[in-house]
C-alpha cells in the first residue's frame, strides 16, 4: 500500500470494530461521532500532505526493495542528511497543526524505526523476539498504520523513590501463555489518539524501574484497536462541536486521550516484542536510542508551536497596540527565546548526531533530550505571557453567531482597535483563548508538563546523560590552583 491518504486512513479505522466508550456510550463511529470526527479529520490531512505533489519528496520516501512510496517517519537515517529530511518532513506535519497535535503518528513511527533499526538488541535472550520486531516495523512502514501507546501503570500510591508501585488487579501483566500468545489483563494510561489509531503499542518509559528481574508486568508488544477485551475509555471531547471561528483549535485538532483495559486479551506471540525481562525492558529506550528519536520528533513539534505561539502574541499586540509597551516587549522576547533555544537545540542534535552501534544515524543525545525538560516549564510560561499581553481581550469575544444577531453594530463598533475590524480581533483572540484559556488548551499545558513523564523523572534523565567530569575536573583543577 505504502504511504496512504487521509481517505484510506478514514477507511481504516472503520474497517475495525473497536470498544471506544466517551461519555457513558460505545462509539459505533469514531470518523463520525461529533466529538472525535474533526480530530479524525485534522489527521487525515497529514495523510492527505503524503501525496501533495508540492510536498511528496519532503513527505515520502521510496523503498528500494519495493519501488513503493512510504512515509520519511518510517525511515531508519543512516545518515546525517536522512535525519534531517526525517525532520523536514515532521517539521511539516507539525506546523500543519499549530503543534498542537502531540501525538502525530510520525511520533510512534520513529520509535519503531528505532527499534528495527536495533531488532538485535530484542533477540537478545529471546532470538525470535528480533525478526518479530522488524516484521512488525515492515508492516506499519509498508500499510502506513497509525499507532498510539500507552506506558503508564496505573497506581494507587506512590513511592518516594519514584520507583513504580505495581499492584495486582491495576496494573497491566501476563496472566498466562498459551500455544497462541500471551493473555493479558489490567489497565493503562494515557493513550492519546487511541481512538484514531489503528494499533496500541504497549511498552515501558526508561524510567519504569520494577522490582524484580523477572517480572509478568515487564511487557512491549502491539496489537490492533479492535483486539477482543481491549476496551478505550475517552476523556470528555474538547471539541465543542463549534466552528472553526468560535473554536479554531479544538474543532481541528482534538486528539483524545484514553484510558486502556485490558480484559484478558490475547497478544499473538509473532506481537510480542519483549517479556519478562525487567533490566532489558527497562533499558530499550536508551540502548536503541529510541527516546532520542522521539525526543526529536518532538523538538520539530515544539519549534512549530513555539513558531505559532510567537505569531499569535504579535498579531495579539498588533491587535491591541501594545507591543510597544514594556512589558509587552519582555514576553515577546521571551517567546522568541524559547523558538531559538528550541532551533538551536534541534540543529545542534543533528549536527552532533552520530551513527550508533546498530548502524543508525542518532539525534546528539543531550542536544535533543533537553528539548523535552525545556518544554515541560517553557510552554505553561509561553501561555502565561500570553495571558498577560491580552488581559480581558481574552474575554472580549463574542461568538460568531453574536456577529449575525442584534447586537451586532454595538459589536462592530466597540470592539474595533486602531488596527483592527471587531470581527478580526474577535477571530484572533478566539484563537489565542484556544492557546491560553480554554478546555482543549488547558489540555494541551498538562500534556506539556507530563507527557514526556514527570519532571523529576525528566530531571533524572538529564543527570544519567550529562557529562559531569568535565565541569566538575575544572572546578578541581581550580581548586588546586596554588597562584594568589
Ligand atoms: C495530556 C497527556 C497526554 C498523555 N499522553 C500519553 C500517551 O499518549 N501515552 C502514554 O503512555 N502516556 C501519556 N501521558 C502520560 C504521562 O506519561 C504521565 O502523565 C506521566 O508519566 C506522569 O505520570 P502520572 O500522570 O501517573 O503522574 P503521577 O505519578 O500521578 O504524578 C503526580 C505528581 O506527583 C509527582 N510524583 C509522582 N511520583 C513521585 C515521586 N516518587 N517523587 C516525587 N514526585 C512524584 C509527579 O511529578 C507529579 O507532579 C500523557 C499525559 C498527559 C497529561
Request: include cysteine; proline fraction near 5%.
Amino acid at each position: 500500500m505504502g504511504a496512504r491518504t487521509g481517505q484510506q486512513y478514514i477507511e481504516g479505522l472503520r474497517a475495525q470494530d473497536r470498544q471506544v466508550w466517551l461519555r457513558g456510550e460505545r462509539v459505533k463511529d469514531v470518523t463520525t461521532h461529533p466529538g472525535l470526527a474533526n480530530g479524525v479529520r485534522g489527521i487525515a490531512a497529514l495523510y492527505d500532505m503524503q501525496h501533495d505533489p508540492k510536498l511528496r519528496d519532503e513527505m515520502t520516501y521510496v523503498l528500494p526493495t519495493t519501488g513503493e512510496r512510504v512515509g520519511l517517519s518510517f525511515i531508519i537515517p543512516r545518515t546525517r542528511d536522512e535525519l534531517e529530511l526525517r525532520r523536514t518532513m515532521m517539521l511539516h506535519w507539525a506546523r500543519a497543526t499549530c503543534g498542537m497535535v502531540g501525538r502525530s503518528p510520525d511520533f510512534m513511527n520513529v520509535t519503531f524505526a528505532a527499534w528495527a533499526g536495533a531488532a538485535e538488541f530484542f533477540a537478545r535472550n529471546r532470538p525470535e523476539f528480533g525478526p518479530n520486531i522488524r516484521r512488525y516495523y515492515e508492516y506499519i512502514r509498508d500499510n502506513d498504520v497509525t499507532l498510539t501507546h500507552a506506558l503508564i501503570n496505573l497506581q494507587k500510591s506512590r513511592t518516594v523513590s519514584g520507583v513504580f508501585n505495581l499492584q495486582e488487579g491495576t496494573a497491566l501483566q501476563v496472566v498466562r501463555e498459551t500455544d497462541a500468545g500471551i493473555i493479558v489483563r489490567g489497565a493503562r494510561i494515557l493513550a492519546t489518539l487511541g481512538p484514531l489509531s489503528d494499533e496500541i503499542a504497549i511498552y515501558s518509559p526508561r524510567l519504569g524501574r520494577m522490582a524484580e528481574g523477572h517480572s509478568p508486568f515487564a511487557l512491549n508488544f502491539a496489537i490492533p484497536c479492535g483486539t477482543p477485551g481491549l476496551k478505550f475509555l475517552c476523556r470528555e471531547s474538547f471539541d465543542l462541536g463549534r466552528s472553526h471561528f468560535d473554536h479554531p483549535l479544538g474543532s481541528r485538532f482534538e486528539e483524545m486521550d484514553c484510558i486502556v483495559f485490558f480484559d484478558d486479551v490475547l497478544v499473538p506471540w509473532e506481537r510480542v516484542f519483549m517479556m519478562g525481562d525487567t533490566d532489558m525492558v527497562n533499558a530499550t529506550g536508551v540502548r536503541t536510542h529510541s527516546t532520542a528519536h522521539s525526543a526529536h520528533q518532538n523538538a520539530a513539534k515544539n519549534l512549530a508551536q513555539c513558531e505559532f505561539v510567537l505569531g499569535l502574541a504579535l498579531l495579539m499586540t498588533e491587535a491591541l497596540g501594545n507591543a510597544h509597551l514594556p512589558h509587552s516587549e519582555g514576553g515577546l522576547g521571551e517567546l522568541m527565546l524559547y523558538a531559538e533555544l528550541m532551533r538551536a537545540c534541534i540543529r545542534a542534535s543533528e549536527a552532533d548526531a552520530k551513527i550508533d552501534e546498530w548502524g543508525v544515524m542518532c539525534p546528539g543525545l543531550l542536544q535533543v533530550e533537553i528539548t523535552r525538560n525545556l518544554f515541560m516549564t517553557a510552554y505553561p510560561k509561553m501561555v502565561e505571557i500570553l495571558q498577560l499581553l491580552g488581559s480581558s481581550s481574552f474575554l472580549l469575544t463574542p461568538s460568531e453567531a453574536d456577529f449575525e444577531g442584534p447586537l451586532a453594530p454595538d459589536i462592530e463598533r466597540y470592539l474595533a482597535t486602531d488596527s483592527t475590524n471587531a470581527r478580526d480581533r474577535v477571530k484572533l483572540f478566539r484563537l489565542a483563548w484556544d492557546v491560553a484559556g480554554s478546555a482543549f488548551g488547558g489540555r494541551q499545558v498538562l500534556y506539556e508538563r507530563f507527557f514526556a513523564s514527570d519532571p523529576l523523572s525528566r530531571a533524572r534523565v538529564l543527570l544519567s546523560l550529562y557529562p559531569k567530569a568535565e565541569v566538575t575536573d575544572r572546578v578541581r583543577r581550580f581548586l588546586a590552583r596554588d597562584d594568589e
